[in-house]
């Protein structure tokens, strides 16, 4: 075993320094001194010890995981934070009402003591990053089972866990696989939960475009929202208190206001979430061919009937805001995803070094692997899409949802069969629920998903319970009207009137009977065989890339391998660059003020920025936040290579300070989760200037400057 792991990790090392494709790449940051070289070459400044170092503050200790799903950046010595507005969204929110509506006015808190806390956030540094992989496997032995083997390492990672956080404190510990188990990482992290928010713009600048411009160039967004980080008075994690004082990081980022040109070196440290660079071509296609397309169709629906209601009401616009953007976001996504795919014709690219591999791989360690792939995706394919209608229609009822949730709450733990009931996590539940849902977008999604799910899902593949009730209401309407009429959870007042004495009406509540059911089904019919095709998948996998790495190696074909994103801390690079996505077309890689003004139109919500933007703007009053040009910047595009939870990654320059922040890519390279085209895919931030620019002139929050260091 000893030998087999030296082999594949000699093989990674190896293989990292080639470059395929210009720019491509999440390299792990303690391993970033193998991609030093190619970076000082293309302009950086530093060293691999200023990047990552478990010895001395370095940019990895101003870096956090924001929440579960972003990148976050300190900006000061006193634990200012800065991430991307649709990161801190959900957090400006929830403190947002019809009276003080913080989404569409924006937030300034002008003290200390204004500034809100926000119960769940946390934020968290990463210690150190460790190779662990001899550890994780240890006890191996060629004839174990698939099973066996993932029973050990999850023993030997929970033993490594433990021992990483005994001293407890904060601290917080994950082993994660890398290149589909043949490496293993540990990652250590202290957790702050003390998280408050300090300042957030008008939507109407931090979501300016709306969901017409998501993915786009050009992009005018002011996608920013300002946090602070606090600790106990010896600066260690700590519930929210009062008394805690504001964070005194290791290393905050100093802000450049030179500005950048096209060019200029740009670096990405954050967590990437997910990406799928090295499967199969059959997993591209039903990606492109089915999966993308039936989620893009349910999605749009759903849209639709918010944006109806939204546009009637404040109250309902507020409410569903949040789970709009969150509908949304990966709905466009996927739209550009597949058109991505197809352009770059990756299935059949894909294929063509599959054969290339397979004749190859004959007779040797890795022969049949390629069709042992093709054919467990073959077998994988009804469940997957049984799997997508599932999660993209059943799951998305808010009702059942919150219904099930508080059926759960009904526990029978006593030995006199007596019904506990936890009240006060109901209370809380159901508070959260009500404040954001409108039971007319909830009924008339349902019918419309439902539907869908009735046409386009094999008779073989719905569960029997379905098939009964559909036969006794007569239509997906006639459903929905009793659900909608007769569910305790359609009445606030009844719900939150619930006691233990209620089990039996809660369980079989229709909202609670169809979310059951067809969580049963999908835990007894679906999920065993998902789980048993993917685990043959992650082990064929396994040898698949082992194998390409070999191959690529001996055969000299020239492909840097990295691992795919898991939402650990990664390095991208590359540099600021306009693109051509279609003939005729360039785009430039910076865009300013003007263009916002170009956009503005006050009969549409998206694009209807503030009187005060409008006032700077015709008096030019940019102060010193105008460029070259005489306008403000707005934000620029790079070749750095991204996905989500990139979101709010800090971009520095050569001189390691901050330039802006990532926050999208461009729609037309929303593929690169899969594959990389670098004459296409950028990645888009928002030039910290027009950062500072909104907090003077708009939020007129200046003090805030004082805590911040600037690199002129």
């Known amino acids: 075993m000893k030998k087999s792991i030296k082999f594949i990790l000699t093989g990674v090392l190896a293989l990292a320094g080639m470059t395929a494709r210009a720019d491509e790449g999440m390299?792990?940051?303690?391993?970033?001194?193998?991609?030093?070289?190619?970076?000082?070459?293309?302009?950086?400044?530093?060293?691999?010890?200023?990047?990552?170092?478990?010895?001395?503050?370095?940019?990895?200790?101003?870096?956090?995981?924001?929440?579960?799903?972003?990148?976050?950046?300190?900006?000061?010595?006193?634990g200012l934070l800065l991430t991307n507005h649709h990161c801190g969204y959900s957090q400006i929110q929830q403190h947002s009402s019809v009276e003080h509506d913080y989404l569409k006015d924006g937030f300034w808190a002008m003290s200390r003591e204004e500034e809100l806390p926000n119960k769940?956030?946390?934020?968290?540094?990463?210690?150190?990053?460790?190779?662990?992989?001899?550890?994780?496997?240890?006890?191996?032995?060629?004839?174990?089972?698939?099973?066996?083997?993932?029973?050990?390492?999850?023993?030997?990672s929970q033993a490594l866990i433990e021992e990483a956080t005994k001293e407890g404190n904060g601290l917080r510990?994950?082993?994660?696989?890398?290149?589909?188990?043949?490496?293993?990482?540990?990652?250590?992290?202290?957790?702050?939960?003390?998280?408050?928010?300090?300042?957030?713009?008008?939507?109407?600048?931090?979501?300016?475009?709306?969901?017409?411009?998501?993915?786009?160039?050009?992009?005018?967004?002011?996608?920013?929202?300002?946090?602070?980080?606090?600790?106990?008075?010896?600066?260690?994690?700590?519930?929210?208190?009062?008394?805690?004082?504001?964070?005194?990081?290791?290393?905050?980022?100093?802000i450049s206001t030179k500005g950048v040109q096209e060019g200029d070196f740009t670096f990405i440290y954050g967590f990437p979430g997910s990406t799928k660079e090295y499967i199969h071509s059959e997993g591209v296609r039903?990606?492109?061919?089915?999966?993308?397309?039936?989620?893009?169709?349910?999605?749009?629906?759903?849209?639709?009937?918010?944006?109806?209601?939204?546009s009637q009401s404040q109250k309902v616009r507020i409410q569903y805001s949040s789970k709009n953007a969150n509908v949304s976001n990966a709905w466009k996504k996927w739209q550009g995803e597949v058109k991505g795919i197809k352009k770059m014709k990756t299935v059949q690219t894909k294929q063509e070094f599959e054969k290339a591999f397979d004749r190859w791989a004959k007779g040797?360690?890795?022969?049949?692997?390629?069709?042992?792939?093709?054919?467990?995706?073959?077998?994988?394919?009804?469940?997957?899409?049984?799997?997508?209608?599932?999660?993209?229609?059943?799951?998305?009822?808010?009702?059942?949802?919150?219904?099930?949730?508080?059926?759960?709450?009904?526990?029978?733990?006593?030995?006199?069969?007596?019904?506990?009931?936890?009240?006060?996590?109901?209370?809380?539940?159901?508070?959260?629920?009500?404040?954001?849902?409108?039971?007319?977008?909830?009924?008339?999604?349902?019918?419309?998903?439902?539907?869908?799910?009735?046409?386009?899902?094999?008779?073989?593949?719905?569960?029997?319970?379905?098939?009964?009730?559909?036969?006794s209401y007569g239509s997906i309407e006639a459903w929905a009207e009793d659900m909608f009429t007769n569910s305790i959870f359609i009445d606030q007042a009844?719900?939150?009137?619930?006691?233990?004495?209620?089990?039996?009406?809660?369980?079989?509540?229709?909202?609670?009977?169809?979310?059951?059911?067809?969580?049963?089904?999908?835990?007894?019919?679906?999920?065993?065989?998902?789980?048993?095709?993917?685990?043959?998948?992650?082990?064929?996998?396994?040898?698949?890339?082992?194998?390409?790495?070999?191959?690529?190696?001996?055969?000299?074909?020239?492909?840097?391998?990295?691992?795919?994103?898991?939402?650990?801390?990664?390095?991208?690079?590359?540099?600021?660059?306009?693109?051509?996505?279609?003939?005729?077309t360039y785009y430039l890689p910076s865009s300013t003020i003007k263009g916002i003004m170009e956009k503005?139109?006050?009969?549409?919500?998206?694009?209807?920025?503030?009187?005060?933007?409008?006032?700077?703007?015709?008096?030019?009053?940019y102060g010193r936040w105008a460029d070259a040009t005489g306008e403000v910047p707005v934000c620029f595009i790079a070749t750095n290579h991204t996905t989500g939870g990139n979101s709010g990654s800090p971009v520095i320059n050569a001189d390691g300070d901050l330039i802006g922040l990532n926050f999208d890519r461009v729609w037309e390279g929303t593929m690169s989760d899969i594959v990389f085209d670098p004459e296409i895919c950028r990645n888009i931030a928002l030039d910290v200037r027009y950062v500072l620019f909104t907090i003077e002139k708009i939020g007129g929050a200046s003090y805030l400057f004082d805590e911040m260091t600037f690199a002129e």
């Open 27 to 78: 390299w792990l940051p303690s391993l970033i001194s193998q991609r030093i070289v190619d970076m000082q070459e293309k302009g950086f400044k530093l060293s691999a010890e200023d990047i990552y170092s478990i010895n001395q503050a370095s940019l990895k200790d101003a870096v956090v995981l924001f929440g579960r799903g972003c990148t976050g950046e300190l900006i000061s010595p006193e």
């Open 120 to 156: 769940g956030l946390t934020v968290s540094f990463l210690e150190r990053m460790d190779d662990v992989t001899e550890y994780v496997l240890k006890g191996y032995t060629p004839d174990m089972t698939e099973e066996q083997r993932v029973e050990l390492v999850k023993k030997n």
């Open 173 to 254: 510990a994950t082993v994660e696989a890398l290149y589909y188990g043949n490496q293993y990482f540990l990652f250590l992290y202290r957790e702050y939960a003390d998280v408050r928010l300090v300042g957030a713009p008008p939507s109407s600048i931090g979501k300016f475009g709306g969901d017409t411009d998501n993915w786009m160039w050009p992009r005018h967004t002011g996608d920013f929202s300002m946090f602070r980080i606090y600790a106990d008075k010896d600066n260690n994690p700590a519930p929210y208190s009062k008394d805690n004082v504001p964070y005194k990081p290791k290393k905050y980022f100093h």
């Open 286 to 310: 039903y990606i492109e061919e089915i999966g993308d397309p039936h989620k893009i169709n349910l999605r749009t629906l759903r849209l639709d009937i918010m944006n109806k209601y939204q």
């Open 364 to 471: 040797g360690e890795f022969d049949g692997v390629i069709g042992k792939l093709a054919a467990l995706y073959a077998e994988l394919e009804p469940y997957q899409f049984a799997t997508d209608y599932y999660a993209e229609t059943v799951r998305t009822v808010e009702v059942a949802n919150v219904a099930m949730s508080v059926a759960r709450l009904f526990l029978s733990g006593h030995e006199d069969g007596l019904v506990t009931f936890d009240q006060e996590k109901a209370k809380e539940l159901l508070d959260a629920f009500y404040k954001d849902w409108y039971l007319p977008i909830d009924k008339e999604s349902f019918v419309a998903v439902m539907n869908e799910y009735e046409k386009n899902v094999p008779a073989d593949f719905k569960p029997s319970y379905y098939k009964e009730k559909l036969a």
């Open 494 to 584: 009844k719900a939150e009137a619930l006691t233990a004495a209620d089990k039996d009406a809660v369980m079989n509540d229709p909202a609670v009977e169809f979310f059951n059911e067809f969580l049963k089904w999908y835990a007894t019919d679906i999920q065993p065989v998902t789980t048993r095709i993917n685990r043959e998948l992650d082990l064929a996998y396994r040898d698949y890339m082992r194998g390409q790495m070999v191959y690529c190696r001996t055969q000299r074909v020239p492909k840097a391998f990295y691992p795919d994103a898991n939402l650990t801390l990664r390095v991208a690079y590359g540099h600021i660059k306009g693109y051509s996505p279609a003939d005729g």
């Open 600 to 621: 503005d139109n006050p009969e549409i919500f998206d694009y209807n920025i503030p009187q005060r933007l409008r006032d700077i703007y015709a008096a030019k009053d």
